[in-house]
């Protein structure tokens, strides 16, 4: 497997017990790829549920990951805005941290 960055969500568990950070990136980047749904979609559907789930940091970082593969900023504004319809006012409060510029 190609060395991928590790969250920062889950850093502190790295020294801990890095088979299971392992284990869980393996399975993270399996999940996250290019399949009958293209990894930028699948991507931004995380986008949405940090949003609902109120994660501001895990918005942010999805976004700058969505980029990466790829998504447009329109594209990002519509699952903001498809966040909101499903997840309300808090998560559009939350989902607009994909637009943070630092």
Known sequence: ??????????????????????SY?????????DGAIPAKYKILMTLIVDAIQSHPDGVANIAYRARGVGASEV?????VEVAYLFGGTPALVTAMNAFKTS
């Open 75 to 79: 594209e990002i504004q519509e699952t």
């Open 1 to 22: 497997m190609a060395q991928v960055t590790l969250p920062p969500w889950i850093q502190p568990l790295q020294k801990r017990d890095p088979e299971f950070v392992d």
């Open 25 to 33: 990136m393996a399975q993270r980047e399996r999940i996250l790829r």
